[in-house]
């Protein structure tokens, strides 16, 4: 197959103002209090509810929604917050479809589970809407000091547990707004209204967290200078660093993080260019934000080229559905082998198609080509471990730690896409910030008694 001669086009505002608002704007809105009401009254309040056991953060699931039928937002939002104080984004972004919701029993008994999810968001969208009264207030100041080195979910609830357990906290992030991924690394249509900045707003008005923003480790400040000048360190610091194709790339290949992200900060979706044919190359949830966006922003065509079949995608069955009806082409079993230039420009992929040999995936010698005006890749993010010093010991490329959180160093802690052994889910981060903040609060105390 070759390539076509037309000069490449990539563009912006390619659409109107009318399809763009369209396109972006929630792409699940939220249930009206009627719909929430009678969503709440379909769970059965299950005593050792399987929808608890299934939330990395274990939420009282049947307990909140019991406090949305009764009418109380307020104290179904809290039942939410103490255990997952991101709780707003996550019942946004979380694949409640294989946790919380596929344990639920109306899933077995009806196929169609309780929608804990938009259950979830109605409770806390209530509370931030009009939050009242503090939520959460401080216990007494410890005189203790704790780094929190990155300010995305894992960091921002390890920070607000110390906070409330009267640790003095130092918050530093490399990019200047806080959020980690939520501000960066969501697609735009999963949290629209700056839900992102407005929760981190409302989690920071806890007091006793000091914001360092364009602060990043290794650049600006050094991990043995943070351990030397605080009692306990922990480590949020994500993920920096993108795995690369595997082939020669006379032009570079575009992150789709970087592009996610570009749209994310853009004033207008209309100022961000886009191809008429992406290509994408991955099979994660990254993959499938950024090919439907690009739908969205007006590109003719959207391909997600994966290496191996469906069910082996990181991206669930229901996004993969999303993509689809998003109208994005999802083609598996092949992986790149060459970037196609011409003219300084990209003009598509060739790639090999793949199969398994007893559990080992091959490329089988047949090649085919794909035209693309932008290309992007989707195929993981590695740690960049320069600035954590030999200390630290790693594990499969990742921060090794203990249940708790806790490093091989004794006073540094890790949570998040960066610890050992996760499945880079919000949620999880979330969870790994809150077990540690509060083994950090217990280490800390056991100090002082000595």
């Known amino acids: 197959m070759s390539m076509p001669s037309t000069p490449s086009d990539v563009a912006a505002g390619r659409l109107s103002q009318a399809e763009y608002a369209r396109n972006f704007a929630d792409a699940h809105p939220p249930l009206t209090a009627v719909q929430a009401l009678l969503e ?5 309040y299950c005593f050792d509810a399987p929808c608890t056991t299934a939330c990395p953060t274990g939420i009282d699931i ?15 939002a809290r039942t939410i917050l103490e255990e997952n104080v991101l709780g707003g984004m996550c019942a946004r972004v979380c694949p409640t479809e294989v946790l919380c919701e596929q344990a639920c029993v109306r899933t077995t008994q009806e196929d169609k589970p309780v929608e804990i999810g938009l259950l979830q968001r109605h409770a806390t969208d209530a509370l931030m809407a009009k939050p009242g009264a503090p939520l959460f207030t401080r216990a007494a100041a410890t005189g203790k000091r704790v780094a929190v080195v990155g300010a995305g979910p894992a960091g921002l609830a390890c920070a607000h547990r110390l906070a409330m357990l009267g640790h003095s906290v130092m918050l530093f992030d490399a990019q200047p707004k806080l959020g980690g991924l939520n501000e960066y690394g969501i697609a735009t249509y999963k949290t629209v209204d700056g839900f992102a900045q407005r929760e981190v707003e409302w989690l920071l008005s806890i007091g006793g967290i000091e914001v360092q923003s364009n602060q990043r480790l290794g650049r600006d400040m050094q991990l043995d200078a943070l351990v030397q000048g605080h009692d306990a360190v922990f480590l949020g610091v994500g993920l920096g660093g993108v795995n ?3 082939i020669d790339e006379p032009l570079p290949v575009r992150a789709a993080v ?9 004033a207008s979706p209309a100022d961000v260019p886009v191809g008429r044919r992406v290509l994408v190359i ?28 469906p069910e082996a995608m990181s991206a669930s069955g229901h996004e993969q559905q999303w993509a689809q009806t998003n109208g994005v082409l999802i083609r598996h079993w092949a992986a790149p082998q060459q970037l196609l230039v011409e003219g300084g420009q990209v003009r598509g992929v060739r790639f090999v198609r793949t199969r398994l040999d007893n559990g080992r995936l091959l490329q089988d010698g047949e090649s085919f080509d794909l035209a693309a005006d932008v290309v992007l890749k989707a195929i993981g993010q590695t740690l960049v471990p320069d600035a954590l010093g030999p200390e630290l010991r790693l594990q499969d490329g990742r921060i090794a730690t203990d249940d708790s959180g806790r490093t091989s160093h004794p006073k540094v802690w890790a949570g998040g896409d960066c610890r050992a052994g996760g499945r880079d889910l919000t949620v999880e981060a979330v969870q790994h910030g809150k077990v540690a903040a509060i083994a950090i609060d217990r280490c800390l105390r056991q100090t002082v008694r000595a």
């Open 62 to 76: 049947p307990s909140f929604i019991a406090r949305i039928a009764q009418g109380n937002l307020r104290g179904a």
């Open 244 to 246: 690369a194709l595997g």
């Open 282 to 309: 991955g099979g994660g949830m990254t993959a499938v934000d950024a090919a439907v966006q690009s739908k969205l922003l007006g590109a003719e065509e959207a391909t997600i080229v994966y290496r191996r079949g």
């Open 40 to 44: 709440a009254e379909r769970c059965y």
């Open 258 to 266: 970087d592009f996610i992200a570009e749209l994310r900060q853009a």
